[in-house]
């Protein structure tokens, strides 16, 4: 079959691999038909190491079951299914407690003999526990909405749920990728009353006010936190949302929360040590959050992605096939695509 | 008045100050009855910058309302109070959160023209906001309990419920200081099954036994980690209360805590940076805690105190009066006394 292949920075390519076979009796095999582009796809895109090995990617995706594994109970041939972005057993006592990220047999797609979500198909281990079923639909729109149960729907209400938003809270968003516009729907859904987004890309954050933010804030750094403490009255909001992962994230992050607030980091962070000291403290500010158990969050969200309470999928900007998979990452690292669809 | 104050480091000694008088409508002189030498008063006592004037020093007090304010009117002449470990005006947005120690009118006893609590007499700024009448007791033990309601225990307290300490859960607290033996009694309150408590001082670890902790680990760094891992199964607890501030023991908790878990911080920290890169994202582990707003506090810890059911004046193993008070910031300095209590 054909999938997507990152060589080297800058070098993706859509390469003939072997077809995935069943090799544990807990396996499917999932013809991939919808599957996406990730930001965090972009950080080994940009940054690989040039003395490593091609390696497959892609961890976003849903397709038909085309075969199960002789234990697999819960998942049959013909279901259309969405895999969350990490695989899970289901049954360990992490995915008991929905942090599945953190499960005893669990692994990432594209890594360790796993197939990478962005090619044809993909054997998934553990399918009971990794796959949700879902309603049949040709709806290209809800499709696109369901796909992002994958990751970015999920991220966003992890980011929103971790930091405990509840009515009528204040909430900062830091970042106008998908993720940072999902954790505005996600922080609306929960309540928020007042959410800031911070992004300065006016089609991003056009959608942003789409889902529910209520201010936008295009500068950085020193003058953005200055912004939203003048929106705030000079307090900063409880909530902010890290949806970027860089260190100027996390430093306008501890800029613009409020005393007694909370930091709810998704974005994968791309520094090792924080500013962690006397000021966080003597505010009491906490920080939370981390790679979302998106498989958690399937059950809650789904009924209203179905009946169309929320439209995750509208971060979708672009489509394109395989062979279009070199030219959507080219798109969006240079933000010329928000987010890019793959229909194999 | 006679008065502690820090001289240089390793040098305090009681002087002789003016004597304290209303100079707001709002503040009151109380007459000091008890007071202690806390942990934190060993960083300056040991650290202090020889360029810096001499300093007054001391936050924990109880006494008697020798004389109010003409705005004040909750606290009246004769009462016997006491005050949390920072004053606030009880009536600013923070405080009405139960975050007094972010209070817009708050401060630190000892600086900025306010008393320290190691003297005869305090003048205490927003008095209604700050102070918390008790019964008149004359109970040494009881009294030295009510003391541990400005700092220690609530402080403990705060540890265990910015964790969300909660029915069943496992605690590790790194600390066998005052502040970590009473965040195994607040973590034993609020429900934890299984304390562990690290810390090497065996009269020390036996009262945190005594205080609900169920194992002890001596040993730190990696070997401390090693243990808290094998008597978890390996996974350590959910909830790690940091009652120190060393960066050892913010990489101990890194070390111990339960992947989803959360670190509660109650020690000031001494350091800036900390290690809050992809480790602590991965493994979705929460920092929280902070300084202690023990005002909030008093009214839910009071009831307990007074009844017996918790008795935090545990800690207190030593006595002196004010001309003890050197002798007393050697004696902790040193390790041979846990708590010093001063009677004035």
Known sequence: MRATVLHGAGDVRVDDVPDPR?????????????ACICGTDLH?????????????IGHEFMGTVEEIGS??????????????????????????MGLQTSCDHGGFWGAQGVDGGQGEAVRV?????????????????????????????????????????RRGD???????????????LAARRLGA??????????????????????????????????????????????????????????????????????ISRVGLPQYEQAPLGVPTWFHNVTITGGIA???????????????GTIEPGKVFDRTVGLDGIPDGYRAMAQREALKVLVTP
Request: proline letters at 5%; hydrophobic letters at 40%; one cysteine or more.
């Open 22 to 34: 069943i090799t544990a009796p807990t396996d499917a095999i999932v013809r991939v038909t919808a």
């Open 44 to 56: 080994p895109y940009g940054n690989m190491n040039p003395a490593e090995q091609p390696v497959r």
């Open 71 to 96: 234990q697999v109970t819960t998942i049959k041939r013909g279901d259309l299914v969405v895999a969350p972005f990490v695989y899970s057993d289901g049954t360990c006592e992490f995915c008991q």
């Open 125 to 165: 281990p553990w399918a009971d526990g990794t796959l949700v079923t879902l309603p049949r639909t040709e709806d290209p729109r809800l499709i696109q909405s369901l796909l992002t149960l994958s990751d970015v729907m999920g991220t966003g209400h992890h980011a929103a749920t971790t930091a405990g938003v």
């Open 170 to 184: 204040t909430v900062t968003v830091i970042g106008d990728g998908a993720v940072g516009l999902l954790s505005v």
């Open 193 to 262: 009353d007042r959410i800031i987004l911070m992004g300065r890309h006016g089609s991003r954050t056009s959608l942003g006010q789409e889902f529910g933010a209520t201010d936008v804030v295009a500068e950085r750094g020193e003058q953005g936190i200055e912004q939203v403490r003048d929106l705030t009255a000079g307090q900063g909001t409880r909530v902010v949302i890290d949806a970027v992962g860089f260190m100027s994230a996390y430093e306008q992050a501890i800029g613009v929360v409020r005393a007694g607030g909370v």
């Open 293 to 307: 158990p998106t498989r958690a969050y399937i059950d809650e969200l789904l009924p209203e992605v179905l009946d």
